[in-house]
C-alpha cells in the first residue's frame, strides 16, 4: 500500500510539476525544477503562472495575451482597471483571496503589481511549510519501509544499505529544494537526482521485504 501511495505521489508530481515552464508536454524536466524553487528571473511569477499551471484557466488566449501585455506596459494602474481587474475577478479571485491564499493574493492593483514582479519562486514561508510537511511524511514513510527491511534475512551490509538510503536521499531532495532556491538553480539537478534515489531506495526496501518474505523464506522453508 506505501509503494502504491509513492506511486500515485509521483504521478501527481509529474503532471503539476511538468507545467512549471510552460511546457506541459512529456515528463518534468531540469527547467521545471529550475521553476519551481528558483523561479525564472527572466519572467514574472504571474507570466510564469498564466503560462505554466494556471493557463487552463484563462478560457481564451486573448485573456493570457492582455494580461502579458499589461505587464510590458509598465503594469499601469489605469490600464489594470481597463482590463486586467474583470479578468482577474473573473478567473483568479475565487482561488486567490487574500485570506485563504495570503502568499499569493489577487484581489487588488497593488496584489497583482507584486505578482507581477520578476519571479523569485516560492517565498521562504512557503518553501519552509512544504519542507514540514515532506520532511515528517517522508521521514515516516522511510521509517516504516526501513524499519521492515532491517529485519528481514539479507547480509548486514545490504541491510544497512536499505536502511540508510531512503533518509540519505530524502535529506539530499529537501535539501537540494533550499540549495536551489537560495544559491544556484544548478542545483536543480541534485534535485533531480536525489529524487530518482529515493525511488530507488523505496523500490529496495519495498521489493526486497516482499523478496524475503514471500519468496526466499519459503525456499528455505522447503
Known amino acids: 500500500m506505501m509503494g502504491y501511495a509513492y506511486l500515485f505521489a509521483q504521478i501527481n508530481l509529474q503532471i503539476n510539476t511538468r507545467k ?68 482577474m475577478d473573473a478567473y483568479c479571485t475565487n482561488c486567490h483571496p487574500y485570506g485563504d491564499r495570503p502568499d ?12 507581477a514582479e520578476p519571479d523569485q519562486g516560492p517565498s521562504i514561508g512557503k518553501l519552509a511549510k512544504f519542507t514540514h510537511f515532506h520532511a515528517f511524511g517522508m521521514g515516516v514513510f522511510a521509517f516504516l519501509l526501513s524499519g521492515i527491511f532491517a529485519f528481514t534475512s539479507f547480509t548486514p551490509p545490504l541491510r544497512y544499505f536499505g536502511v540508510v538510503l531512503p533518509f540519505l536521499s530524502i535529506s539530499l531532495d ?16 541534485v534535485v533531480y537526482s536525489a529524487g530518482l534515489m529515493t525511488g530507488v531506495s523505496f523500490a529496495v526496501t519495498i521489493l526486497g521485504s516482499l523478496y524475503d518474505l514471500w519468496i526466499r523464506t519459503s525456499t528455505v522453508e522447503s
Open 174 to 189: 529537501i535539501t537540494a529544494w533550499w540549495l536551489t532556491k537560495l544559491v544556484s538553480p544548478a542545483f536543480a539537478y
Open 104 to 115: 499569493y493574493p489577487l484581489e487588488t492593483y497593488e496584489q497583482v503589481y507584486q505578482a
Open 20 to 87: 512549471a515552464d510552460g511546457d506541459a508536454t512529456g515528463l518534468a524536466t531540469i527547467q521545471d525544477i529550475v521553476v519551481t524553487y528558483h523561479g525564472d528571473r527572466n519572467q514574472t511569477l504571474l507570466g510564469t503562472k498564466i503560462n505554466g499551471t494556471m493557463r487552463e484557466y484563462l478560457p481564451t488566449e486573448g485573456d493570457k495575451i492582455a494580461i502579458e501585455q499589461w505587464i510590458k506596459n509598465d503594469r499601469t494602474e489605469e490600464e489594470y482597471l481597463e482590463i486586467v481587474q474583470q479578468l
